[in-house]
């Protein structure tokens, strides 16, 4: 993305934010980011689910989360019960996000890059991708 850096789009993505820098167990350079999710943030999520997954991804999301959706329901209830309890209960206003940047060295050059190790909302793993694509949307 060349509008701007993935510092800036996670920092105007979260509030309550900090960055703390440290080496790792096996003395690799490690940023990582801490911060609280914003309204903003949340609403950008609600939508891409909406719009986005697929019945039978929104049933996988919500098992993850230990949500098991009526089986009543026919399929546009049983998406619909889906968003609404993606709404009220994940990446809420206020939840914890977590990312973890290595800090490597090219050994052609000695440029600095770096890679997503890992992010979580609320201790829980996310796909680097869709919160890349939700913090520059």
Same mark, same amino acid.
């Given at each position: ?7 800036? =789009? ?20 490690? @940023?990582?980011? +801490?911060? /609280?999710? &914003?309204s ?9 689910? +909406?719009?986005?997954?697929?019945? @039978?991804?929104?049933? =996988?999301?919500?098992? &993850?989360?230990?949500? #098991? ?8 209830? /049983? ?14 206003e206020? &939840?914890?996000? &977590? =990312?973890?940047? =290595? ?9 600095k890059?770096?890679? @997503? ?8 793993? @996310?796909?680097? +991708?869709?919160?890349?694509?939700? #913090?520059?949307?």
């Amino acid at each position: 993305h060349e509008s701007t850096t993935v510092g800036k =789009a996670l920092e105007a993505s979260f509030f309550d934010w900090e960055w703390i820098e440290y080496k790792s167990d096996k003395g690799q350079r490690i @940023v990582e980011f +801490n911060g /609280r999710i &914003t309204s903003g943030l949340h609403r950008d999520f609600i939508e891409m689910i +909406n719009g986005e997954l697929t019945i @039978v991804e929104l049933f =996988a999301l919500a098992e &993850t989360y230990g949500y #098991i959706l009526p089986q009543e329901l026919d399929e546009p209830k /049983r998406r619909q019960e889906a968003i609404n309890w993606a709404f009220s209960k994940i990446w809420q206003e206020g &939840t914890d996000f &977590t =990312a973890q940047f =290595a800090i490597l060295v090219n050994p052609e050059g000695g440029s600095k890059y770096f890679e @997503v190790s890992n992010m979580e909302v609320a201790g829980q793993k @996310v796909d680097q +991708n869709t919160m890349l694509d939700l #913090i520059y949307k």
